[in-house]
């Protein structure tokens, strides 16, 4: 039987909270399905092992998570460990080092799931973010002079190459031509009179390529303001790293929270392990209560089987989220229910049994 092996990184606050129900479902997918299965290898990394150890994660660690074939992440960063310092050297260093440049962002607001956008629906609120993951504003490119003197100046530079450029841009491309729809870029030429301009100009130099496809280009702050207005003109959208990061948040206060919020990072060449995780931070202020929303882990989880081909299991985990939130019946506080995070992931895997066709 072909065994998939994952890397878990539970991480901090609710991270393990919400990974230990989304490894209960993805088992449950593969138990159903019967031709395949996980082996989860747990590693300990984050803020409280920071603490003991003065490490984020081992120094080989890069090399250990070399031969998984995917990572499964909670969340990354706590009160104690300065975030800066946290996220740098585990989430972002993987992100980077394992060369997962495509960070693919569902925003779709399922049937049941509460919105802020009145008469919005899952035609009409279905996204697909598409945000460049490796470079931009996240490069880490910069200085601190002068520390604490009058003349104090730190740089924060932005990197845009040729080829980070190129490859985002062609991958949305290449997944709006699959599915059929058109291509957002979202980026901010008029005050970015570098990196923008350049963005721009690759995107319309690429649309050449794909005359199939329809495009559309709007300045990030009028692009924020359209998606509560107008998100049914949004369908895969390709940002730079930080306005992605942004405007995924506010998409998933559009399709029902962060607790719905799905991330994954992928390496398209398949050099390296992509990884899955929900966009959701630690949420200190929820943290040890048990009542995190698991859903997102969950969503994610579906993302991965994506990955490794079981598009119909993928879909499956989508439509017993949709059952869950349509029953009402156990749903987290944040979805205005009372029950806790296992609870949630086990009526996932109840509904996932009694589903025909698996
Ligand atoms: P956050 O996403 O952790 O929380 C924002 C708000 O959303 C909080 O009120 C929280 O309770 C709520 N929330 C988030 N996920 C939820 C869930 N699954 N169920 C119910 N409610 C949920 O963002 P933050 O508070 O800005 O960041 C907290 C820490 O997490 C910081 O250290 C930050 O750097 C880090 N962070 C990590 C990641 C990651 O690992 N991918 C992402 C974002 C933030
Ligand atoms: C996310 C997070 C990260 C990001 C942080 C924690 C570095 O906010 O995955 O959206 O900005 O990419
Ligand atoms: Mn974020």
Request: hydrophobic residues 40%.
């Amino acid at each position: 039987m072909k065994t998939y092996k994952i890397a878990v990184i539970p991480g901090d606050g609710i991270g393990p909270e919400v990974i230990d129900a989304g490894i209960k479902v993805l088992e449950k997918a593969a138990e159903l399905d019967g031709t395949f299965q996980f082996d989860f290898t747990h590693f300990p990394w984050g803020c409280e092992y920071y603490l003991k150890h003065g490490k984020m994660m081992d120094e080989d660690g890069i090399e250990r998570l070399k031969p998984f074939d995917a990572i499964y992440l909670g969340a990354v960063g706590f009160p104690g460990v300065p975030d800066h310092i946290s996220l740098w050297d585990l989430l972002l260093r993987i992100r980077k080092e394992f060369d997962q440049y495509v960070n693919i962002r569902p925003i779709q607001l399922l049937n049941g799931a509460p919105s802020p956008i009145i008469g919005g629906s899952k035609e009409t609120v279905d996204m697909l973010f598409i945000r460049e993951n490796s470079e931009g504003e996240y490069a880490g490119a910069g200085d601190w002079l002068f520390r604490g003197k009058p003349e104090e100046v730190v740089l924060q530079t932005a990197v845009f190459s040729r080829k980070g450029t190129e490859r985002i841009i062609r991958y949305a491309f290449e997944t709006a031509r699959k599915l059929g729809k058109s291509v957002t870029s979202i980026s901010k030429a008029n005050a970015l009179n570098y990196s923008m301009v350049f963005w721009d100009e690759v995107f319309a130099q690429m649309s050449e390529e794909y005359p199939d496809v329809k495009t559309h280009s709007y300045l990030v702050d009028a692009a924020a303001m359209l998606m509560i207005k107008d998100p049914a003109r949004f369908e895969v959208v390709v940002t730079s790293n930080l306005f992605g990061d942004i405007l995924t948040d506010l998409g998933a206060a559009l399709a029902g929270g962060m607790g719905l919020a799905a991330g994954a990072n992928i390496n398209p060449e398949r050099n390296y392990p992509s990884m899955f995780e929900p966009v959701h931070g630690s949420a200190p202020d929820i943290a040890g209560k048990g009542i995190a929303n698991p859903l997102a882990a969950v969503w994610s989880a579906s993302q991965m089987l994506d990955f490794f081909g079981y598009d119909h299991l993928g879909k499956k985990l989508l439509s017993a989220i949709e059952t869950l939130l349509e029953e009402k019946a156990v749903l987290t506080p944040d979805l205005g229910g009372n029950a806790s995070t296992t609870d949630v992931g086990r009526r996932i895997t109840e509904i996932l049994d009694n589903m025909e066709d698996v």
